[in-house]
């Protein structure tokens, strides 16, 4: 009998997620990334960011589309921070506003991807079999058809829009997360816990979601930071080119479209959403690449 009970605790231990065994990993994590330079410029950047788009159209008395012809591409001034564009608007006002646009759209895509594609490699790589190849070769056609060409013609087939950008994107993006969430799975559900949750009865939801999604959690939180900068690059290409968020409403995309019109006249109205465009992706691949090195410390090795 005593035998039997030390059998099963030490079966249930087994069962028992990495995550939950070891606690100290995360701590271990976190250590790291406080460690890692790269991420305090990206995460201050990030942060400055968000505070800047938040808080910053209420910074100066104007609307975003309040008109003013008499102060038509006006310079930087105290009454007018970033100057006005060609129907006298306050560009401070609608770089800040476009900017929630594109954050906006840049961290939703970036979450649900990681949701949509993580489950979706979870299940491919536990159940295997004509699911995962059916799966896997959707990846694959996703995969072998030019990005900018699928945006393009989803885009134009959808129309013009921030829920229908957000929806292309998702639709996109979902694969990576897909393919690291499949590979993370592979490599654990032959391993003990694995196999001693099955043989203590849980079900293949229980075994997906409690043991192997938070072992497959540290290439998709990278894959989420990564496929956000990814999406903010997308939107702005798509707003540049007239298919993507549309006006009134601002975006840096439509920004820059409006702005290049005057170039010659007034390049910092280019220049301006374009800085903020940089350090927007500049703020996700840093911390992305921080995540990395923290999460995985083994890639640093040996990459270095």
């Known amino acids: 009998m005593a035998d039997q009970a030390h059998t099963l605790i030490d079966r249930q231990a087994l069962a028992a997620p990495a995550a939950e065994q070891y606690p100290s990993y995360w701590r271990a994590v976190w250590r790291r990334f406080k460690q890692h330079r790269v991420a305090y410029i990206g995460f201050f950047f990030f942060m400055f960011l968000i505070f800047l788009v938040g808080a910053g159209p209420s910074m100066l008395p104007y ?26 608007r306050d560009t401070w006002v609608r770089i800040m506003q476009g ?12 979450v649900s991807t990681v949701i949509l594609g993580g489950l979706i490699g979870i299940v491919a790589g536990y159940i295997g079999g004509f699911l995962d190849n059916a ?27 921030l829920l229908n950008i957000i929806i292309i994107l998702v639709a996109l993006e ?14 654990y559900r032959e391993q003990e816990f694995v196999l001693a949750a099955q043989c203590l009865g849980a079900s293949r939801w229980r075994v997906m979601l409690r043991h192997l999604l938070p ?32 006006p009134p409403t601002p975006s840096w995309g439509n920004l ?17 959403p374009g800085l903020f465009i ?9 911390l992305g690449d921080a995540l990395r090195d923290a999460l995985d410390p083994k890639l640093t090795h040996r990459n270095g």
């Open 215 to 246: 072992n497959s959690l540290a290439p998709l939180i990278v894959a989420a930071t990564l496929d956000a900068g990814a999406a903010i690059r997308a939107e702005t290409t798509l707003s540049f080119l007239g298919l993507g968020i549309q």
């Open 63 to 88: 609307e975003i589309d309040q008109v003013s012809l008499g102060e038509r591409m006006h310079a930087p001034s105290a009454r007018h921070w970033f100057g006005t564009d060609e129907l006298g």
């Open 174 to 187: 979902w694969t990576n997360a897909a393919r690291l969430a499949r590979g993370a799975v592979l490599s």
């Open 135 to 161: 799966l896997m070769r959707l990846v694959d056609i996703i995969y072998t058809i030019p990005r900018i060409v699928l945006l393009l013609v989803l885009s134009k087939l959808a129309g013009p829009g």
């Open 278 to 286: 940089f350090f927007a992706l500049m703020s996700f691949n840093l």
């Open 99 to 110: 900017g929630r646009v594109s954050l906006t759209v840049g961290l939703v895509v970036g």
């Open 256 to 272: 820059l479209t409006n702005a290049a019109t005057n170039i010659f006249i007034a390049p910092l109205q280019v220049f301006l």
